[in-house]
């Protein structure tokens, strides 16, 4: 499959990228763990079809030590053993704030009271922003439809 758009060859779209790292780049430097960061990006890629950010996010995962058998168990958390009860809480709030177009109320007070019992104010605005990071990345290579394979760990720093 080829890109139906190259986004970084044009200035408008590469300007654009610049900035959204840039926001990237406040969330990376939080307190919300790295392992649980990978696993909401990997997610929410499953959850939108997104191939480019899948092969990505699960490429730089493996590259900083995550295990094969997590990386391999993310589409189906709930019924794994190997993760955390925090991660778990992540994981959901990622689920319904992804899919919040799936659910009538949006993200569930449950979902939310869950995530606040295992990280601070400081991650939860950390997690909450990679939801919505991670989601827009997605839509941009699914609607320039990306082809995934390619991508070399650490690629993109």
């Not at 080829?2 to 840039?22: L, M, P, Q, W």
């Not at 926001?23 to 990006?41: E, H, I, R």
């Not at 997610?43 to 094969?68: F, L, P, V, W």
């Not at 189906?76 to 959901?92: H, I, Q």
Request: glycine share 6%; charged share 20%; net charge negative.
């Amino acid at each position: 499959m080829d890109a139906r758009f190259n986004y970084y060859g044009n200035t408008v779209s590469a300007k654009f990228a610049e900035h959204i790292n840039s926001a990237g780049a406040v969330v990376s430097d939080s307190t919300l763990p790295t392992a649980t960061q990978a696993l909401v990006k990997i997610r929410a890629s499953q959850i939108n079809g997104c191939a480019y950010c899948t092969d990505m996010h699960t490429k730089d995962a493996e590259h900083t030590g995550e295990s094969s058998v997590r990386l391999n168990l993310v589409a189906v958390w709930r019924e794994a053993k190997v993760f955390t009860e925090a991660e778990r809480a992540a994981l959901e709030l990622t689920e319904q704030g992804t899919r919040i177009a799936d659910a009538a109320g949006g993200v569930t007070n449950e979902a939310w009271a869950d995530a606040a019992k295992h990280y601070d104010d400081d991650q939860l605005a950390a997690l909450v922003s990679l939801i919505a990071l991670i989601n827009t990345y997605n839509r941009m290579n699914v609607i320039t439809r990306q082809p995934a394979g390619d991508y070399q760990a650490g690629q993109w720093g």
